[in-house]
């Protein structure tokens, strides 16, 4: 393989920003030379639906879960958990992955986990699939 001269990569971004100063460029010509990608649509926000799993790990539960792909459309996830006296807030999570370091109890009890995702503070889409664990004694 022959060596490439220092600096293709900073000569190919000239040329891509000499043709888009061009007076004959356009937005067709943009596409038909790949300088332009197709636009992200946003999701149907009503139908997503957060994947939630639970492990426990040491003495706390793990939380998994992820963007989905739609990281750029939502702004965090609500997770809920009931620990046998109802659902109530457990976090309001940005970053995929939350650990619940409640402590656990002395008698075994199982512990529910649910989430929603959420955009300007308002909850959109499905609740996810109910997961639960075992904790304590």
């Not at 309001?92 to 955009?119: C, E, H, L, M, S």
Request: glycine fraction near 10%; charge should be negative; charged fraction near 20%.
């Amino acid at each position: 393989m022959l060596a490439r001269p220092a600096g293709a990569l900073t000569r190919t971004f000239d040329l891509v920003g000499d043709i888009r100063e061009s007076d004959t460029y356009s937005d067709p010509i943009g596409t038909d030379l790949g300088l332009i990608g197709p636009e992200d649509t946003a999701p149907d926000t009503g139908a997503l639906q957060p994947i939630l799993t639970a492990r426990i790990s040491g003495t706390h539960v793990d939380l998994g879960w992820s963007w989905q792909g739609h990281r750029k459309f939502l702004d965090q996830l609500e997770i809920q958990v009931d620990r046998g006296t109802g659902w109530t807030i457990l976090a309001f999570d940005t970053t995929p992955g939350y650990t619940d370091n409640t402590p656990f109890p002395a008698t075994a009890t199982q512990w529910k986990y649910r989430a929603i995702y959420r955009v300007n503070d308002m909850q959109v889409g499905l609740w996810s699939a109910t997961v639960s664990v075992m904790v304590g004694a």
